[in-house]
């Protein structure tokens, strides 16, 4: 396997951070539609396939598990939405707000800190992963302006690039068992897969299924021709 160069992971951490911190990126419906179909190609063909491959290396009885778990990533972010959006803006100051910022903020906080695990598969499959995470928030509007004031979301998007850094430092200082790293990857793929899709299926989200689908075909060749 290639050496894959230490300041590599670390900048792409960066980059995410970046992306977050920058909030709402000005792209046309056809192009965040094609970020969010990219996003969710690279679960589909590359990280649940890999996960389910590595189910004999890890002890564990069954690639089940890893399937199990992205579905409780996927149940949990939809139970969060739920009850975001049964709260009006005349609740904007309340609790459940705090709950999903925190919760996104661990989100964010995964994906940084697998971004550091994710260097050991070398260069290309660093460069996918971080690939797919940065069209991601690209494409994500961020569910937290739903039903808040546009200054709490301006202030949670710092907060999310700031969870991105945090998870990159404990990456780089705490290694987990390769099991546990696994894990958090599949309930990470869960949560992608929620949080693309309530974003493209609200008709007033001004999705693009066009976009979309040449998104998801496109990254999606892209992986099968490296794989």
Excluded: C
Excluded at 27 to 35: C, E, F, I
Excluded at 66 to 77: D, K
């Amino acid at each position: 396997m290639p050496t894959t160069p230490a300041w590599l992971a670390p900048l792409l951490v960066l980059g995410l951070a970046a992306v977050h911190a920058r909030g709402r990126w000005p792209l046309r419906n056809p192009w965040r539609s094609a970020a969010a179909g990219a996003s969710v190609a690279y679960i589909f063909l590359h990280l649940m396939p890999q996960l389910a491959a590595a189910e004999a290396a890890r002890g564990v009885a069954s690639e089940v598990v890893f399937f199990a778990l992205a579905l409780a990533g996927l149940v949990t972010f939809y139970g969060l939405e739920h009850a975001l959006r049964r709260h009006d803006e005349g609740r904007a100051h309340s609790s459940i707000f705090h709950l999903h910022v925190a919760a996104f903020a661990l989100y964010s906080l995964t994906i940084g800190y697998l971004m550091m695990q994710r260097e050991e598969e070398g260069v290309l499959s660093l460069l996918l992963y971080a690939g797919a995470m940065a069209l991601h928030f690209l494409a994500s509007d961020s569910s937290l302006r739903v039903g808040h004031r546009a200054a709490q979301a301006a202030r949670a998007r710092y907060v999310l690039a700031g969870a991105v850094l945090l998870g990159g430092a404990l990456g780089a200082g705490l290694r987990a068992p390769p099991l546990l790293v696994d894990a958090l990857f599949a309930l990470v793929a869960g949560g992608i897969v929620l949080n693309v899709l309530k974003e493209e299926l609200p008709d007033e989200a001004g999705s693009h299924f066009g976009g979309f689908a040449l998104g998801a075909a496109l990254y999606g060749t892209l992986l099968l021709a490296l794989e």
